[in-house]
């Protein structure tokens, strides 16, 4: 019993909107068969230009979807760059650091060469002479 009377309702609602449907598309063909040549012309070009909108508002969808894959490529190439930049920095200190290591022992064995001929060509200082007595000075016994 609570099905027929849930079946009626259903049946009843949709009565009710069909026979507004109706309604409402009588009251707008009335409408419309009065309009005059301006009105007709307006609605065309209202419908221009709504089709004109979304054409528009579909090309910006795209449009904005480029540019948030090209934001992304930009950051995967940013990432890139940032990491060559890093093994850029690690490659050049330890160049550098190797340079100065090599240098320090350049300048090392130059010195070391010049030490050898520097203790060649000086002259060997002799022995200082043995010390003489003063002559104020009387010897001890």
């Not at 009588?26 to 301006?38: A, L, T």
């Not at 940032?82 to 340079?99: G, N």
Request: hydrophobic content about 45%.
């Amino acid at each position: 019993m609570a099905q027929d009377s849930f079946a009626n309702r259903g049946q009843r609602f949709t009565a009710k909107a069909a026979d507004f449907s109706r309604a409402v598309l009588k009251i707008v063909g009335e409408d419309v068969r009065s309009w005059d040549v301006f009105r007709w012309i307006v609605i065309v070009l209202l419908a221009l230009n709504l089709l004109l909108l979304l054409s528009l508002a579909g090309g910006i969808r795209a449009e904005i979807a480029a540019l948030e894959q090209d934001r992304s490529a930009g950051a995967d190439q940013l990432a890139h760059v940032t990491k060559d930049i890093a093994d850029m920095r690690a490659s050049l200190t330890q160049v550098i650091s190797d340079m100065n290591s090599g240098l320090q022992s350049d300048i090392a064995k130059v010195n070391t060469k010049i030490d050898a001929r520097l203790q060649q060509a000086a002259p060997k200082p002799s022995p200082p002479p043995a010390a003489a007595p003063k002559p104020g000075a009387k010897p001890k016994p």
